[in-house]
């Protein structure tokens, strides 16, 4: 099975600053990656789909890249409301794989 | 207003069963693949089901499989997630998604219910 392992796991940092999560792949796959957000007590909220594809209604401080086995989730300058854990996803022809998560703190 | 509004689950002992329901408002339902999701108490992510628009074609993750039957009523605009042969091990919080894109399956969810707890438990 194709493993997702996300990186950090934990992440402090303050309003204003630049964050980039790492996902990254146990082997390179043919498919594609999205990334969800989540809070506490809520649903998962997908922000980018297909790599690097903004979902609609999502702030453009919020961008993704990669390929291969590695891909990134960059918040460009950190908000009150980004504080959350962050979920990468992976979906080839052998099955559908969620990272561990990136818990994203107050410093 | 397009949202999914889940109920069902509670508390099950070991080996019993529970069905979650899943209803549809405000979109399409019949456009669109449906997913089950689940995520153990503290722990990330995991796909569960997915039943496709007419309900003839269904995939299971393995650690439910045989287990656990995914459904659909379209009249009813509704999903259903059978589980039987419970263990301590399907503890989570169960969701709904919805596949992304009409008429497609590509396995990613713009669209979640609320969640609903699943707690196996003697």
């Known amino acids: 099975d194709l493993q997702m392992t996300q990186s950090p796991s934990t992440l402090s940092a303050s309003v204003g600053d630049r964050v980039t999560i790492t996902c990254r792949a146990s082997h390179s796959f043919g498919g594609w990656l999205a990334w969800y957000q989540q809070k506490p007590g809520k649903a998962p909220n997908l922000l980018i789909y297909q790599t690097s594809t903004l979902q609609t209604g999502v702030p453009s401080r919020f961008s993704a890249s990669g390929s291969g086995t590695e891909f990134t989730l960059t918040i460009s300058s950190l908000q009150p409301d980004d504080f959350a854990t962050y979920y990468c996803q992976q979906y080839n022809n052998y099955g559908l794989t969620f990272g561990g998560g990136t818990k994203v703190e107050i410093k | 207003q397009v949202n999914l509004v889940q109920s069902g689950g509670g508390v099950a002992q070991p080996g019993k069963s529970l069905r979650l329901s899943c209803v549809a408002s405000?979109?399409?339902?019949?456009?669109?693949?449906m997913h089950w999701v689940r995520q153990a108490p503290g722990k990330g992510l995991e796909w569960v089901a997915i039943?496709?628009?007419?309900?003839?074609?269904?995939d299971y993750a393995d650690s439910v499989k045989g287990r656990f039957t995914v459904s659909r009523d379209n009249s009813q605009n509704t999903v259903f997630l059978e589980m039987n042969s419970l263990g301590p091990d399907d503890t989570a919080i169960y969701y709904c998604?919805?596949?992304?894109?009409?008429?497609?399956?590509?396995?990613?969810?713009?669209?979640w219910g609320q969640g609903t707890l699943v707690a196996v438990s003697s």
């Open positions: 405000g979109f399409s339902f019949t456009a669109y693949a």
């Open positions: 998604a919805r596949d992304s894109v009409i008429f497609y399956t590509v396995y990613y969810f713009d669209l």
């Open positions: 039943i496709s628009t007419d309900g003839n074609n269904k």
